[in-house]
């Protein structure tokens, strides 16, 4: 049985009212809460069962608003403020078998195709597989040369680093060294990669973070102009 994870514990504190009082995983992108654009694409990879970490509390009002979307529901609620890792771990115990799972973070949108990533991590088996991508710069790029000459401007550049956009591929190994509280990308991860275990997954497509009310707008205006940027990038 395929299964995933996904943390929806935010509380939405920087969207402020954009959030319409609602987790942050809950509020609604173009007419839909942001985890069901998660749920689907999993759905759609053949993930048959997803567990969803979020406050207690909010247990009924996730289950209710991922209904119906292909995969069922599990709920792991925190009693208390766990951290990413930590939440992982908690959610980690509502599985139902054994080997690689998925494990997404709830604020982000991505069309990375999670069939790959998964078959990408059965080869090489590693502990961990994380996708990573090239953020765009948050500012103009000036183009200079030796000679200190400005060749141009370019207003929708990347950056030439890598960053985790919080999709991941978690083996046995990974999930039993998750912390029991704190940040798994500031204790796992790094332990892991001291040790050659983590591998890493280059995504150059859609990546959409939604933390902040701009974020909300952009990501809600891309995905009203595109309605099926993320349907398809589960099936491979």
């Not at 680093?161 to 999709?167: N, Q, Y």
Request: aromatic share 6%.
């Amino acid at each position: 049985m395929a299964e995933a994870m996904i943390l929806a514990g935010g509380k939405a504190e920087r969207l402020g009212d954009a959030a319409g009082g609602r987790p942050k995983a809950l509020v609604d992108v173009a007419g839909r809460p942001l985890i069901a654009y998660q749920v689907e694409q999993l759905a759609n990879a053949g993930v048959e069962h997803v567990i969803v970490s979020c406050s207690a509390g909010h247990e009924e009002l996730f289950e209710r608003e991922l209904a119906g979307l292909g995969a069922e529901i599990s709920i792991a609620p925190e009693r208390e403020r766990l951290g990413r890792g930590g939440g992982l771990r908690n959610a980690a115990l509502f599985r139902r078998d054994i080997g690689p799972v998925f494990a997404l973070n709830g604020d982000e949108l991505v069309d990375v195709d999670l069939t790959e990533l998964f078959e990408r991590h059965r080869e090489f088996r590693p502990a961990a597989t994380i996708t990573v991508v090239q953020p765009k710069s948050p500012y103009g790029i000036v183009d200079v040369d030796d000679a200190d000459i400005v060749a141009g401007f370019s207003e929708d550049a990347t950056l030439p680093v890598w960053v985790s956009c919080g999709v991941y591929v978690l083996a046995d190994e990974a999930l039993a060294r998750l912390p029991e509280r704190g940040d798994h990308e500031k204790t796992t991860f790094p332990e892991l990669a001291s040790e050659q275990k983590l591998h890493a997954f280059r995504h150059e497509g859609l990546w959409l973070t939604v933390n902040t009310p701009k974020q909300l707008r952009i990501a809600d205006e891309y995905l009203r102009e595109h309605p099926t940027a993320l349907a398809g990038s589960a099936r491979g």
